[in-house]
């Protein structure tokens, strides 16, 4: 909270609504909270160069402001991201050496669009990626998959992973929109980046529907030992960015089917979540919650959404990605 200024739209007030709809609802009883720690430059450096956080700490130390156009710094602000990659960081170590079954990370700043070398978009330090390459590195994880529903592409996960087969990166967004990356011809050299631009208008059909036809068949085939879903909240139908139409209760079933692939992979159930965008309160804040509670109670499988149900626009992407070929990974 102490991160950026309320008169941007990514503001403090975004985890104060979320903590509020968490407080009012009886699953916050049944939860446990762990502490986020701040990420170390070796764990921030596996994705960004050396010396990339310091860059940020001289930026704040000198007052913050504006660090790329769309970027507000406070001076608090490197420290957060330190504790929102760090806390991304906590959150893999407790579902994958402590037996927690699931962690939502609720972070700000946000970080999918954060490349390698630069902020932009409201992200400093690519949260997402840092956590995947921890699992990997500090935890042994071979196969990490990042499920990114973000109404924005997450180029910048894209960049880091586009040509590593160990890291399945899957985006489905609104298209066109920013950043402009993420068309269905971006793969990868090891056809690990699986891309779902859609068209805005799409809501809770189009959603399932893509994750069921496209996402499951690529999770099955590539065996992930992690699952980790860049959870933005912007594609939400109350959100004044997005221009998508999936309500409370489509983002609940996205967590479930999320769950269900994770239940059926090495992953065994291993899930984390990380907060991205989402920048209507009532709708962010519903949203997360509906999320940590599917992901809290456990799913019975519901039936695959029906192709010919969904719109006919939704389906010409998902065929123009069955044409490229559903991807084989190597094992
Ligand atoms: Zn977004």
Known sequence: MLHGSSAHVERPERLRAIEAAL???????????LDARPATDAEIERVHPPGYARGLDDFCLNGGGWIDSDTL????SSRVARLASGGACRAVEAVVGEGVPWVFSVCRPPGHHATPNTSMGF?????????????????????VLIVDWDVHHGNGTQDVF????????????????????GRVRERGASGTTLNVPLP????????????????????????????????GFDAHERDPLGGMRVSTEGFARLAEQVRVMSEE??????LVAVLEGGYDLQGLSEAVVA???????????????DGQTVSAAT???????HELGVPRFSP
């Open 23 to 33: 407080s009012a609802s009886p699953l916050k009883a049944q939860l446990s909270f």
């Open 291 to 305: 999320v940590m509670d599917r992901w809290h109670v456990g799913v019975v499988e519901r039936a695959p959404v």
């Open 162 to 181: 586009f040509d590593d087969p160990s890291v399945l990166y899957f985006s489905v967004h609104q298209s066109p929109l920013y950043p402009g990356t």
């Open 200 to 231: 805005a208008g799409m809501g809770d059909g189009e959603y399932a529907f893509v994750f069921d036809d496209v996402l499951r068949p690529a999770v099955r085939e590539f065996a992930p030992e992690l699952i980790i879903v860049s959870a």
């Open 265 to 270: 992979t090495p992953a065994k159930g291993r």
């Open 315 to 321: 389906r010409k992407v998902t065929q123009a990605l």
């Open 123 to 143: 992200c400093l330090i690519n949260n997402a990626a840092v956590a995947a390459r921890h699992a990997q590195a500090a935890l042994g994880l071979k196969r």
């Open 73 to 76: 710094l406070s001076p608090q």
